[in-house]
């Protein structure tokens, strides 16, 4: 058996942490974790945020992010431990045998130069070839990675193209040097489910092209499962599992896994319209200031108390701005909107203070959404004190209901949103929004950033705190398993129309439009052979077309 291309051992990693009012503390995050990998094979790293996924996969690297040390273990690349390389070692190693990929392309790429100069950099400097014959090989790429016009694709600017188009550039930088290995962090995570199809099995026919091995970190199991030759199951730096793709997905050994294996099982019964609707958009079309382009294009939905309505598309299929509509953040230019009965004013500033409170938004990025010098009992105390006049002990009072509400208890009223992990956050801005007693709830894309069990226990607790109060949730998602979970009506946005809306069991029955057909078979299913079915699928229909 020939010797494995990456060899970690017994691989410890640290970090220092700074708790408030206390002294900083080394802590351990990856507790001698040790794995092999061979030539043009696939490993997929899957586990839950601060599982050491990302941190574990950088050690093939021998990088550290965030000022995390590697203080144990050894790691061999080429047979050699690269943690004994000095700085010229590692530069050599870095971007040559072993190359990234980035969550974000977006964040990734240099908006100021162009994709071409930005894909052969790492080559050129590593001076692995001439310039003609890099961009010759970035064009190649470009056409295995599916990419539009190949031989100009290069010269346009990362905002010139789409968020998947630049997400399959990066895996050519990555691919361009000709690496013997790839590490790709989280590289779908960000995109529609229809996007990341295209990217995904764009990866997957990189891989198998140029034989490159690969580790391919992700929280999700289902789109691990259509890459990895193996993979293993990580938890709180240690890791759970470790088998063939097919034992790990078919007979999970360990409670954890079976747990990743199993989520979004919620079972929601589809609940019917008993009284009259608590939102209604009427033929609502809209435009951003200073465009003569329709965004919204005569948009007409019903939401009723005490139940959900679904608003899945893909990006710039219009369902946030739908909820910019409602909020009065973006004034129709044609249409109304009506709440608890009574039309609603156009303009957010125009609206009573009733309108305001009792129409509330939970946001995607809970981290952005919060003052971070504020405490969890300051954020959620502030509608409070703003819609009911509520302070000191009073509303002391009502924050600590509102977090045994969301199942957060005691001891959380003091901390700051740095103290809490990435659920809590979300759960503190559920309780922000219900600190208002409103009727309805924008929830926009809010469990899209979350671990999959995570994310779960989100949708549990919407679920039961509708019940408990009775409001109803516009909820804004790409997610079909989402949908499926909490929805009782379903209105599926393409380029500003509404092109499939009424309940959830009538939208998800055949036959279906081309555009839901193709949302509800891009959702990744936990099974080996999805993706190539269904790209087999597609062929057929574009064959017939």
Not at 1 to 14: G, H, T, Y
Not at 156 to 184: E, N, W
Not at 404 to 412: P, R
């Amino acid at each position: 058996m020939a010797d494995p291309l990456v060899d970690v051992r017994n691989l410890k990693i640290e970090a220092t942490a700074y708790p408030p009012g206390e002294p900083p503390q080394d802590i351990t995050i990856v507790h001698g974790v040790s794995f092999t990998l061979e030539k043009g094979k696939v490993l997929g790293l899957i586990g839950e945020s601060g599982a050491g996924k990302s941190t574990i996969g950088l050690s093939a690297m021998a990088y550290g992010r965030g000022g995390v040390r590697i203080t144990g273990g050894e790691v061999f690349v080429n047979g050699r431990d690269i943690l004994k390389l000095g700085p010229g070692g590692l530069r050599s190693l870095r971007g040559h045998e072993v190359t990234y990929v980035a969550q974000s392309a977006a964040a990734a790429f240099n908006p100021a130069k162009r994709i071409m100069d930005q894909v052969i950099e790492t080559t050129l400097a590593h001076g692995l070839s001439g310039r003609a014959e890099a961009e010759a090989r970035a064009v190649i790429l470009f056409g295995q990675l599916g990419l539009p016009n190949p031989e100009t694709f290069g010269n346009r600017y990362p905002h010139q193209v789409s968020g998947g188009q630049l997400q399959r550039a990066m895996t050519a930088m990555a691919l361009c040097p000709k690496p013997d290995l790839v590490i790709f962090d989280e590289p779908t995570t960000a995109l529609d489910v229809t996007t990341q199809i295209d990217v995904l099995s764009a990866i997957k026919e990189a891989i198998h092209d140029t034989g490159v091995a690969a580790l391919y970190i992700t929280h999700d199991l289902a789109v691990v499962a259509q890459v990895s030759d193996h993979i293993m199951v990580l938890r709180h730096g240690r890791m759970v599992e470790y088998g063939d793709t097919g034992q790990i997905i078919g007979a999970p050994r360990q409670d954890y896994t079976r747990a990743l294996v199993s989520v979004r099982s919620i079972e929601h019964e589809e609940k019917r319209p008993t009284a009259e609707p608590v939102l209604k958009v009427e033929g609502v079309t809209a435009r951003y200031r200073g465009t003569d382009f329709d965004v919204l294009k005569n948009v007409s939905v019903e939401l009723h108390p005490g139940q959900t309505l679904a608003v899945v598309g893909e990006s710039g299929s219009g369902k946030s701005t739908l909820a910019r509509a409602i909020t009065g953040l973006l004034p129709p230019t044609r249409g109304r909107i009506s709440f608890a009965g009574r039309e609603l004013s156009a303009e957010q500033r125009a609206r009573s203070r009733d309108d305001l409170r009792e129409l509330q938004m939970i946001y995607q990025m809970a981290d952005t959404a919060m003052n971070p010098r504020h405490t969890v009992g300051t954020i959620i105390g502030r509608p409070a004190e703003f819609y009911f006049g509520l302070r000191g002990e009073a509303k002391r009072k009502r924050v600590q209901e509102l977090l045994d509400e969301i199942e957060m208890g005691k001891g959380f009223i003091d901390r700051y949103p740095a103290e809490l992990s990435g659920g809590q956050k979300q759960r503190v801005c559920i309780a922000r929004a219900l600190a208002a007693k409103p009727r309805m709830i924008i929830c926009d894309e809010v469990t899209s950033a979350l671990d999959p069990l995570v994310a779960d226990g989100i949708l549990k607790l919407l679920l039961n705190l509708q019940k408990i109060e009775g409001v109803a949730y516009l909820f804004i998602t790409h997610d079909l398993a989402t949908v499926r979970a909490i929805a009782d009506s379903i209105a599926v946005m393409y380029r500003g129309e509404v092109v499939r809306y009424g309940s959830k069991s009538d939208v998800l029955a055949p036959p279906f439009d081309d555009y839901t057909d193709l949302l509800l078979s891009s959702v990744p299913e936990m099974r080996l052979g999805w993706l190539e079915d269904v790209l087999k699928h597609r062929r057929m229909e574009s064959a017939g077309n």
